[in-house]
Structure formats: C-alpha cells, structure tokens
C-alpha cells in the first residue's frame, strides 16, 4: 500500500515549484511521481502530420521523486506525512501523523 496514490492532492517541498499544490496524475516505478501543474519543461516537439500531433515548443509535466511531496492536509493547510492504521474491522487505511485523521474519506 502506497502512501502517495493517484488522484492524491500534494504539495512540493523542494525546488523550482516549492509550496505549490497539485495533483498527482501517475505513479511510476521507479519511485517518481508525476504531479499537474509542478516541475514544468519547454520541449520542442517535431510536427507528424500522419499522427496529427502539430509541432513547436509545448510545456509538459516531468517526474518529481516522490520524497519531494507531501500529502496535503486541508486542516492544517500544510504538508503532512503520511501513517497507517488498521481498523477493527481489518480493513488498512492511511492517517496524517500530525492530528490522527483519516486520509480517505
């Protein structure tokens, strides 16, 4: 169980983005993330008419090692770190370490 998963609101605690939220668009393997809107490139892209893709400089998101995010907490507005916690029914569920709340609703 991953405590950064897909769809996950983050904050950046290092770089050229820092303090800016996002969210977390994919999970690759190698332990990076990819986060919407952070850690933004210029890549010139040639055009290929047969795919339809037009050519000319476009911005695209690059992988983010995933030590460098935060899970955000809405209740204390800031980043928070990530703990788990097994319910009594069995079932395993992520919790901030700062208050105790559950991550998932």
Known sequence: MNKIRK?????LNTGKDKGKQGTVIS???????VVE????????????PMKGIAGGII??????DISNVALFNSA????DRV???TLDDGRKIRVFKSNG?????
Request: aromatic share 2%.
């Open 59 to 64: 911005a695209k998101e690059m992988p983010l």
């Open 27 to 33: 999970i690759l393997d190698s332990g990076h993330v």
């Open 76 to 79: 204390t507005q800031k980043g």
């Open 7 to 11: 769809g996950d609101q983050v904050i």
């Open 83 to 85: 703990g788990f916690k």
């Open 101 to 105: 709340e559950a991550v998932d609703a």
């Open 37 to 48: 809107g952070l850690n933004l490139v210029k890549k010139h892209a040639k055009a290929n």
